[in-house]
């Protein structure tokens, strides 16, 4: 499947007698896994088994999770019969008559006395069927949402694919210019010496140690090794499953730290030039490491 981004949207509706509903899911980037669901209260059981979906799913992101219900209208009609036979024997006390035709009519229209009983979200819980199919369209949008971030992966991962070849080329041009470090140090060295050892009281021998010792403080080839190791260890992580974001992300802070050390010990411009364009790569590595799952 490859590496997953944090980002993307998902939305299903669907209907049945008892009303529609519509669920709405969203992610973006986060450390850990943020999960904020929004549905109307009573349905316990469907925001238990959405939450327990989306940690199945993800690793990491932060998730709004919204579900919208529309109920049906009125399901049954109910009368106070209570109230009704009061208004009509006080109807009877006065007119002296029964309460008939239009009277009756009228009575009936009296606030309290015909009751309309409509659905609340609680009923939902009875509704054979109801809390089973809003878990099923709200797995659904989940499920849309996560392929949302694996193609997001997918686009990120083309991008990691060149900002690792880049900074593999980049590290063989630092290698090219370090090999020839320890000759530019001697004739700096050198060159600079016979500017104040006008006459030559330094010693060849002692001349050649300094030299070995400011070529050993300048040797890189440690980081360029560490280099190597790190960018190869780049390409195994976007070749893999499962969320490696953080993973990356050490990786960049990694591949960072052996750059500054690379440009710091440079004795030359064209191996200090490979490190800034390896610097360079590596922050645009960093940058996109954090939308990685």
Known sequence: MGISGMTGFARVSEEAEWGSWSWEVRSVNGKGLDVRVNMPSGL??????????????????????????????????????????????????????????????????????VEAETLSMRDLNEIAGATEALIETGTQAIAVLHQRRVEEGAELK???????????????????????????????????????????????????????????????????????????????????DGAVGRDLGFLAQELNREANTLCSKSASLDLTNAGLALKSVIDQFKEQAANVE
């Open 158 to 240: 083309a991008l990691f694919v060149g900002q690792l070849s880049e900074m593999s080329t980049h590290t063989g041009q630092a290698l090219q210019h370090a090999e020839t470090q320890k000759s530019a140090i001697g004739e700096k060295y050198r060159t600079r010496i016979a500017e104040f050892d006008t006459e030559g009281v330094v010693s060849d021998e002692r001349l050649a140690t300094e030299i070995a010792v400011l070529a050993a403080k300048a040797d890189v080839t440690e980081e360029l090794d560490r280099l190597q190791a790190h960018i190869s260890r780049g390409q195994s992580l976007i070749e893999s």
């Open 44 to 113: 316990e059981t469907v925001d238990q088994a959405i939450r327990k979906q989306i940690s199945k799913t993800f690793k990491r992101g932060s998730l709004q999770v919204g579900l919208r219900i529309e109920l049906s209208g009125a399901e049954t009609v109910s009368i106070n019969e209570d109230v009704l036979s009061t208004l009509m024997a006080a109807y009877e006390r006065a007119e002296g008559a029964l309460a008939t035709g239009p009277a009756l009519a009228t009575l009936m229209g009296i606030r309290g006395v």
